[in-house]
């Protein structure tokens, strides 16, 4: 890989292809873990494995050729990979600003390392200033400086870069300086209204977007609306408690009328999607019949989820004998199935009942939470079901403690103890990469992967062969798998997905050329915007 | 009297309290006109404009929470997308004058109606406002100036077909409402130019939830809207065979020409209506209709089927006198009109729509309208009758609920909270008050430090931590007592201090001295005789904390450890309305509920004053 | 006097004590492990064994495995420091690390209470320039229609969630006539030319904010004010000036009000004191940075340091307001004796 030869950071310092590599050298070794960063890196270079476990003391897929030229050697079980450009994502950062003075990038001809005092306790002061830092001793790279954060409240100034040479189109940007606030909830539409603000990067609720159309349509103001690459969901524990059988997500999925649901949180600015996939995907877009014909839209029907939970073997009331109306549905299980779920009864006789009460983890203040608390946890069809949901409202930081059963912020987490989150996702790049989303390998899911806990060798297999069975040119046999992954993914539900919606940002008229879509933020869109005679 | 003797001392000093002293008092005092001091009090109290007013709207208020919930229960799983945000009012069945009695189309929309007069006018009602800048009441020039000969209203927009075949849409069109496909466009300029064809003799106009259909009478079937919700597509197979389509909310359903009944949409396995009645296959189907989650089919001998999420009712069909000529259908109902001429409704009733009035009897009704939750039946001679929802007195919130019913129940839990934080500071700041204030000493020392602690744990963190420690377990009823504990346990410094310095005043007094001459156990001259001379001024305090243990909870709703949501509570009616678009376009959602909570504590505020008056007799003659 | 304020002095030092050690123990009820937080990266790659006595010579150094007590008094600054010799706690300045923003808790805290401070001195000013004519002149001309129209409007600021009445306000002030700024405590990225212009900036700003809070706190200030008024009103001394001829205005505002003034001006003390606290609602309302906001964000991101580190300012500063309070009781009125 060669890079320009006229690039530099914002002081005006010329970058080299060390600036470029060092980053990457950093990634693959364990510094970085000490440092509380997970990544996977290593596993991806070739010589990553065996610098990360100290066997060498360089990554030898890593090689410097000249000042301006390096080279990456991607291991060989991690090819073909159908996003394989993605391993040729290099980005410079400057070695003294975040490391310190005293390092530099090395290759003695075997491959890249770290010379210096490369420790974890040496670097991380340095790191965490350079992390936090903002003004104008702040080194980086691209279009605006950082000049000014305001972490209490939340605002952050950046202004032109001068010395920013172009993106890969040679786009530099013409916007002097771009303030960025957090919007209230509350206060936004008055101070788009009275000129506080003038730009909103991704409005997302439906009633939000009628409030900025209807000051859009005052004057001023201009939009883009382009699909979320992404969905809102409810996340179940597939490894314990009534979540774990399958039939009850599915009866769960019955119980909630999903399209009432997106009518009502979307105001017709969203759809129902079915599976793991957002509207803005070309996936989507190709299989769209496809998903419509294959995919089970669980439509509303409080009758087929009690046949689903009665085929499961809910059939038993508290006391071991036959369900009656008005009590919650039990299911004898196995002590391997009854795990540490908190609501187990032990009979006389030593038959363990589970009760078919859902556990809620819900953020506060959400509201997803609260339509799916009337619409769900007390509707009438899901008493009449037998099934009782408990909503816990807790901070969403404690909700995601609780997701990733992250026992570093306190034991109580590694316990499972919820069967439902709700949660959305957003794919950040057209990359649909789900490998190791399903895998079993116990390290791999301590270390945050497979958060649904759910262990199925199809779903995994599909995740895996999508990417890694796939090389860039047969987008067709992607297609295919990724049907297939749809489709498996859909009859298992790990999750129960409820929306994808229609976002749109306003930003004021005299901003010419500035296109936003589902892929192309605002961070790259601006480049391209300049303001109107 | 050997009987009083045995009365417990409570209820001697109530009887003295209210009623006047022991008749062995009396006695003793008979020769000269003495009130008692309560009575007094009681006198000054009620005697007072400000308090008379006070009390009675307090106890209006209170009859309002505590009797209303009877009236208007609280249902937690309420929600309708299709009732968001109403202003109060009952204008959603009202035709304007203007209209009636020459009533040529009604096109009933979601909360707002659509009429064409015979003149060719026409004419909106009901709620038309969908957000600030879009009102179906405004409608458009070329619409009003328009030769029309079809209507139809949607959840937001309204469709219009003139007798040039030429299409209008008005209201929302931000969703593409109002894109027609490039086939429609074509026919519509042709039609312009005056050539006619079959593709393009619209025969039927409907309308939904952000979508529309036009049929032509060749059975071509054309749709267009907001594609994110609504099925707006139609498989090739049966498109030329339509003969009749009905719009559910989101989805659609037709009759086809040889007098079947097929799904032609795309959503396949996603529909419930793609699984239509076998025995259906059978029967020739001569009409169709649909809620917005379940389809209907009318057979040729007058029998009705209904299939898809039927959870309202809509299947239970009542015994028809006659067969069945024409089916409509509303949201969660549909309503008949039979070959003898009556008018038949079933389905969900929750806003009375499938009340058919009496005054229809006997009647010859022309033509049916039904949408959403309106009926309206207009009869040979012109009379239009109207049943189903007319509105709302406070409107609806953001989920399309009553918020009367809120209001009344939210009053409920707040005013129990207010109460019994009240209680609970009360009797501890009773008794740590009384102790200090009459030991003093050593006592006194240990409880004002005591007191100082409690006063300086902060509410906010306290809460948080709670509610962080256990509150993530807790329902919200549970959370209802928590939040009643934790407010009560902080909050009787106050109210201890007031006690002590009262005590410390009284202690010094004749009264006491004689008491404790006469040899009467310290606690029964704190409790008897000091604490009742308390007990007024007692009273004021806790009237004005009720106030602010009411204010506490909504603030506490504002930092999220309040009573959660759906259980409304006035703390969490106003934070819901906490967001500048409310308080300007929604002015109901907030003013309702503040107006009553603001009425409250003002009223709990003048009660406290009056009787602070009353107590302090020197007050009264200023 | 001096030994009754000595005496206080002693019973704030335990009372400090005591609180600080409830909000210690209550924060760290709170689940929170650092050691094992620390130790996470390492998980994997450790053997189980290593892991754990890793773990636990972790929890040793940083002295996670000493008792509450002893934890709580060297984070005051009352035992040593795990390393045996240095005291490094509250007593010795050291205030905390903030987690969240990666700063010393001192360095975090200074701007929002400027702004608080900015914001209070003049909402304390207005209110008190608003409410003493007001609950004068109510007093004098009590059960007037001017009088009762005032309670009302009045109690209306004291019986309202100020959040609405802030976006009330801000609908009027800011949307309707467009006289001040809806958000911040500046104009957003502006470069100001002269100290002049950042002060003004700033004052524009906070005026808002400052005007809703004023129009909360007038209920209680008026009412107080104009009982005690009415109470000085009644005195014979009063009806004496009266009958000597006095102008009413003197009788009024030398007489009457000198006195008046007494109950009045120990709560005016501890409003005074209270500008060192601000409001959540309103800082979130208007999105001003203060300590407010501040201690909000501190407790919805686990920041204990930080929080504990405000909690105890605060409670210092009540302890001691409420001695002072006392004092000037005596002070102000020579008939009471505090130290009885």
Known sequence: MTIAECLTYNNGKAMNAKDFVWPTVLACSKVLFDLEGATTTYTSVEGGQDYYDGKVPYVSGLRLIDDYTFSVTIAAEKLPYYYDLGYAAFTAFDIAYWLGEGYELKDDGEGCYIAGDFTAEAIKAQMEYARFNAGPDRVSAGPYNLVEFDKAALQATLTINPNYVGNFEGQKPSIEKIVIVKAEDATWADAIKTGSMNFYDTITDGAHINTALDIIEEGGFDYVQFDRPGYGMVNFACDFGPTQFVNVRQAIAKLLDRVEFANTFCLGWGGVVNGPYGTAMWQYKEAEEWLNENLDAYAYNPEEAVALLVEDGWIYNADGSDWTEGNIRHKKVTAEEAGTYAHNITLADGTILMPLIVEWSSSEANPVSDLLKVMLAESDATKAAGLQINQNVMTFTELLNFYYRDSSQGDKYAIPTYGMFNLATNFSSAVYDMSYEWTDDPDLVALGYNLNHLFDDVLDWLSMEMVYGVSPEEPETYLILWQKYMQRWNELMPQLPLYSNVYITMYPDWLEGYEQDSYWGFDKAILYATVAE | MANNKKQFFLVRWFKRMFLGHDQEVRDLLKEEQVQTPFKMMAKNFFHKRTVQVGLTVFILIFLFVTVGPVFFPLDLSDQDSTLINLPPGYSMMKLPAAINGKVADIAPGNTYGIGLDTDGHVHTWGVTRITDKIDLKDIPEEVQNADLVRLAAGSDHAVALDANGQLYVWGNTRLSQNKYSSDMTKHMKNAAKGKTSEEWDIIQLEASNQFSAALSSDGTLYLWGNGNMADIKIRSKYQGKVAKVALTNNEYICLLKDGTVAYAGYKDKGSPFSNIPKDLKKETIVDIAATSSTVAAVTEDGRVYVWGNAVKGENKIPELASPISKLYGGRFHYTALLEDGSVVSWGNNKYHQTEVPASLQGKEIASLYVGNFQNYAVTTDGEVHSWGLKGFLMGTDELGRDMLTRVINGGRVTMTVGAIAVIIATIIGVLMGGLAGYFGGKTDILIMRISEIVGGLPFIPFSMILSAVIGSRLDSNQKMYLIMVVLGVLSWVPTCRLVRAQILAQREMEYVTAAKAMGIKVMTIVFRHILPNVLSILLVSMTLDFATCMLTESTLSYLGFGIPLPQPTWGNLLNGANNSVVIQQYWWRWVFPAVVFGLCTICINMIGDGLRDAVDPKSAER | ?340
């Open chain 3, 1 to 340: 006097m001096g030994k009754y304020i000595l005496k206080r002095c002693g019973y704030i030092v335990v009372v400090f004590l005591i609180i600080s050690f409830l909000m210690y123990s209550l924060y760290n009820l709170i689940p929170n492990d650092p050691a094992r937080a620390q130790l996470e990266g390492l998980r994997s790659s450790l053997k189980p064994a290593e892991y754990e006595a890793m773990y636990q010579s972790l929890r040793d150094q940083m002295g996670l495995n000493d008792s509450l007590m002893v934890r709580y008094l060297r984070w005051m600054g009352l035992w040593t420091d795990t390393d045996g010799k240095t005291f490094n706690g509250l007593l010795q300045g050291n205030f905390g690390y903030s987690n969240l923003f990666k700063r010393d808790v001192i360095d975090v805290i200074v701007d929002p209470m400027s702004n608080t401070i900015f914001i209070n001195i003049f909402s304390t000013i207005l209110s008190l320039a608003i409410t003493i004519p007001l609950g004068i002149y109510c007093a004098v001309h009590k059960k007037k229609k001017f009088d009762s129209a005032t309670q009302v409007v009045t109690m209306l600021g004291y019986s309202l969630p100020v959040y609405i009445i802030a976006l009330v306000f801000m609908f009027l002030f800011c949307v309707n006539w467009r006289i001040f700024p809806v958000m911040g405590i500046k104009t957003a990225g502006i470069e100001y030319a002269n100290n002049w212009e950042a002060f003004t900036d700033k004052l524009l700003h906070v005026t808002l904010p400052v005007i809703v809070m004023t129009f909360g706190s007038l209920g209680g200030m008026t009412r107080y004010v104009r009982s005690a008024m009415i109470e000085a009103l009644s005195m014979d001394y009063i009806r004496t000036a009266r009958a000597k001829g006095l102008r009413e205005k003197i009788v009024i505002y030398s007489h009457a009000w000198r006195n008046a003034l007494l109950p009045v001006i120990t709560s005016i003390l501890g409003w005074f004191l209270s500008i060192f606290s601000g409001s959540v609602v309103i800082e979130n309302t208007f999105s001003l940075s203060g300590m407010g906001a501040l201690y909000w964000q501190g407790l919805n991101n686990n920041d204990f340091e930080l929080v504990l580190a405000i909690q105890m300012f605060y409670s210092i500063v009540s302890l001691v307001g409420s001695l002072l309070i006392d004092i000037s009781y005596g002070l102000v009125d020579p008939r009471v004796r505090v130290d009885k």
